[in-house]
């Protein structure tokens, strides 16, 4: 299920600036934990690696990656996740 982050008159329900926590999910490497560090850097330059929060799943097969930045604007956060769902490599983002 996708969820609209717009109203119907194309304004966002989150009030911006604010921190904003992204979440994706990947294979358990630290290439996917610096894919996803990349791509959030490009759009928001500004965010440190200390903001990088790793969570195994149960067997260690898998990886979730949460990246607090400094989100600007509804389309900077859209450029993120464009980027990350993008990525073969990337299987699921929240």
Excluded: W
């Excluded at 299920?1 to 979440?23: A, Q, R, V, Y």
């Excluded at 934990?33 to 903001?51: D, F, M």
Aim: some cysteine.
């Amino acid at each position: 299920m996708t969820t609209d982050l717009h109203t119907p008159d194309n304004e966002s329900l989150i009030e911006f600036p604010c921190d904003f926590k992204l979440k994706a999910m990947g294979k358990n490497c630290e290439s996917f934990v610096e894919l996803v560090y990349q791509v959030t850097i490009k759009h928001a330059p500004e965010t440190p690696r200390e903001n990088i929060e790793i969570t195994d799943s149960k067997g260690q097969k898998f990886v979730s990656v949460n990246i607090t930045f400094y989100a600007t604007s509804i389309q900077q956060v859209h450029g993120i996740y464009g980027d990350l769902k993008k990525h073969p490599e990337v299987l699921m983002t929240l």
